[in-house]
């Protein structure tokens, strides 16, 4: 897949020219990024209605419409917290992703999870990779590099985040404990299926389909596992796991697949588990 080109999900579409003023320093880019988006969860405000509802914009032209209707100013201008965008970690990767791809720089998101937000956990969470022409560089969009952090979240190791395909890998070798993987320790959002889910999540997202952490689609399983392909995501989680290592072969086999095999390939048809639906879950046809 060329990464240089933006897919339905990162077009910025009739708001392509608010890119043209962009800084070409990355770290700056990222900086944009956070000035246009707020976590729902996390950034210290509570959003309720219409407001929480923008954690359901799939789309980067929709977050940059909703901003310029609020805010019709440059990219860069600073905004007041409460009139940012809201949205989640997914949402600073995409409009970080999407502005690199204006300018002709590699860039796609990665699902897994992240152990540096709560000690003995690790919160699920999208991360940005970027080809800076010798190699993939990770990028944190979503978190200030003024924070106190073991690493650089502007060039992160492997280790602190881990990709969904890692994680499945190590928990099916007894490795990892599936229980400590999930949306937070409070919430029995989490443990082996969710896991699961995430590996196909990350392939359509390796993919060019950069969905919503709630849609879901195809082999997607419910929490008890029932009928659900565990060989099929063994599969597809040992060849992501090996393109990350430099295998080319696997990374041309893990695409194939996606595109030929239904249980796998996004259609156009989700049922989407939003956070903003108050439990009123529903299927979705973007077609």
């Known amino acids: 897949m060329d990464y240089t080109v933006q897919t339905r999900y990162s077009d910025p579409g009739v708001h392509a020219g608010l890119y043209d003023a962009l800084p070409h320093d990355i770290p700056a880019i ?7 988006l707020i976590h729902y969860r996390g950034g210290g405000i509570e959003f309720t209605g219409d407001r929480l509802a923008e954690i359901d914009h799939r789309w980067v032209s929709a977050m940059l ?8 100013t440059a990219l860069a201008v600073r905004r007041e917290p409460v009139d940012h965008v809201v949205g989640c970690c997914r949402d600073y990767t995409l409009m970080f ?7 002709g720089i590699p860039a796609r998101s990665r699902i897994g999870f992240g152990d540096y937000f709560a000690e003995g956990y690790n919160h699920d969470h999208v991360v940005a990779e970027y080809w800076n022409g010798d190699r993939w560089v990770m990028f944190d969009a979503q978190i200030d590099p003024a924070e106190d952090r073991p690493f650089d979240v502007q060039d992160m ?8 395909a890692e994680v499945w890998l190590g928990v099916r070798a007894g490795a990892l404990d599936a229980e400590v993987f999930g949306i937070g320790p409070d919430s029995p959002i989490g443990g082996e299926w969710f896991i699961r889910n995430y590996v196909h999540l990350q392939l359509a997202h390796l993919n060019g389909d950069e969905l919503l952490l709630w849609d879901n689609w195809g082999e997607m399983s419910d929490p008890d596992l029932t009928g659900a392909d565990l060989d099929l995501t063994d599969r597809i989680a040992g060849l992501m796991d090996a393109s990350d290592n430099g295998d080319e072969t696997a990374t041309k086999e893990a695409a194939e697949v996606y595109r030929t095999n239904p249980a796998l390939t996004f259609t156009g048809r989700s049922f989407v588990t939003s956070p903003a639906s108050d439990g009123n879950f529903t299927w979705v046809d973007l077609t």
């Open 97 to 103: 992703v999407s502005m690199l791809r204006h300018q």
């Open 157 to 164: 190791p492997r280790g602190p985040f881990r990709s969904a």
């Open 30 to 36: 990222g900086a944009v990024v956070r000035n246009l």
């Open 65 to 72: 419409e909703t901003d310029q209707k609020r805010n019709g």
